[in-house]
């Protein structure tokens, strides 16, 4: 991920011909407990070659900082204050990552954050189809599994909507589940998560790990401890917060897939995205297997026949939850 002497040689990325691929990203949130460690992320990152990092307050300081690192990528900051500063930050960018919006307490389930983080989310979201229509979206603020669906109406509102570009970012849960099991088989394994981003929504998907076995002990407690495991941070945290440093390490992880299907290449990934794969249940909503390419979703993979029954009962149990969340989002935008 870290630059090299001579990845920042190619920051200027081209393919064959010899033009110059210009990668500019925005984070929206950008001086907040995410957004400050994932745009020095991304200032590593040799693929990207201009930062627009926005936030209400806070962000010339944290633009100045990040600015130092030496990668070849320049560094703009903009706050609310500034004539024009979120037009600024989004003109040209291919990605917008959008980790604005306040995190959840002890006690408090993400749903608990709609209140606050849905105009939030809806306002940013309006900016982005305004400002950069063909971007590419990565919505990190909770409850994803409902401001997913304001980004959606608000850009269908608009009249500028393709589901192949509007992204949940679930990927600090696959970062989990990896990690947690890490332990148990010795090495580093992916492991699939799919559903939602909200406790039960959550469903690492075990069954698809070659080699790795599970007692019924074990999979119960790695699923909740997969499901759960924003509560550990929320818990250990203690009132400041919730998982920053893991969520800027799994958006920007997320960030550089986009950026390398963007260059051409193919790339596997999982992310909330819009999808028919439950459409006879009526939801719209789903995290699942997707083929990356320049567009944004090239294609979307059912999920794997050979999931277990007990993955098969979680999927289950997740879709009267997602439907919920989704209808919340899209009313909200509705009613406005
Ligand atoms: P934070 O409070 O540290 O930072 C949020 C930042 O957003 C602040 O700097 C704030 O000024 C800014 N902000 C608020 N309103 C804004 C607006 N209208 N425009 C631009 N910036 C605005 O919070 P955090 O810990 O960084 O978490 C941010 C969000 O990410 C929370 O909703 C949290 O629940 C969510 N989160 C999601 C995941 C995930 O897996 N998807 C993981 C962790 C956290
Ligand atoms: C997480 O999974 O860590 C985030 O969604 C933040 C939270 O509220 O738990």
């Not at 051409?264 to 999982?270: H, P, R, S």
């Not at 297997?289 to 944004?296: A, Q, S, T, V």
């Not at 009267?320 to 406005?336: D, I, W």
Request: net charge positive; proline share 5%; glycine share 10%.
């Amino acid at each position: 991920m870290f630059a090299t002497r001579n990845a920042i040689k190619v920051a200027a990325r081209s393919f064959s011909t010899g033009v110059p691929l210009q990668s500019k990203v925005a984070v929206l949130g950008a001086a907040g407990g995410i957004g400050q460690p994932l745009s020095l992320l991304l200032k590593a990152n040799p693929r990207v070659t201009s930062l627009g990092l926005y936030d209400i307050v806070n962000t010339p300081g944290v633009a100045a900082d990040v600015g130092h690192v030496n990668t070849l990528s320049e560094v703009n900051g903009y706050t609310a204050k500034d004539k024009d500063g979120l037009e600024k930050a989004l003109k040209g960018a291919e990605l917008v990552v959008i980790p604005a919006g306040v995190p959840r307490k002890p006690g408090m389930t993400r749903d608990d954050l709609f209140n606050t983080n849905a105009s939030i989310v809806r306002d940013l979201t309006q900016a982005c189809a305004k400002f950069c229509p063909e971007a590419k979206l990565l919505i990190i603020s909770n409850p994803v599994n409902s401001t997913v669906p304001i980004a959606t109406e608000v850009f269908k509102k608009a009249g500028v909507y393709d589901p192949k570009r509007i992204f949940g970012v679930t990927s600090l849960d696959l970062v989990r589940a990896s990690r947690f099991i890490g332990d148990k088989v010795g090495k580093i394994t992916d492991v699939p998560v799919v559903g939602g981003h909200a406790g039960v929504t959550i469903i690492p998907l075990f069954s698809q790990v070659k080699g790795l076995e599970l007692s019924k002990e074990e999979r119960d407690s790695l699923t909740h401890r997969v499901q759960f495991g924003g509560d550990e941070v929320v818990k250990a945290k203690d009132g400041t917060g919730s998982a920053t440093l893991s969520m800027a390490y799994a958006g920007a992880r997320f960030a550089d897939s986009l950026l390398r299907a963007g260059a051409g290449e193919e790339v596997l990934e999982w992310a909330f995205i819009r999808t028919s794969l439950f459409e006879k249940e009526g939801l719209d909503f789903f995290s699942t297997y997707i083929k990356l390419d320049k567009n944004g979703v090239k294609e979307i993979l059912p999920l794997p026949e050979s999931i277990s029954e007990y993955e098969k009962e979680l999927v289950q149990k997740a879709i009267p939850e997602l439907k919920k969340s989704e209808t919340k989002g899209t009313s909200f935008v509705a009613s406005k």
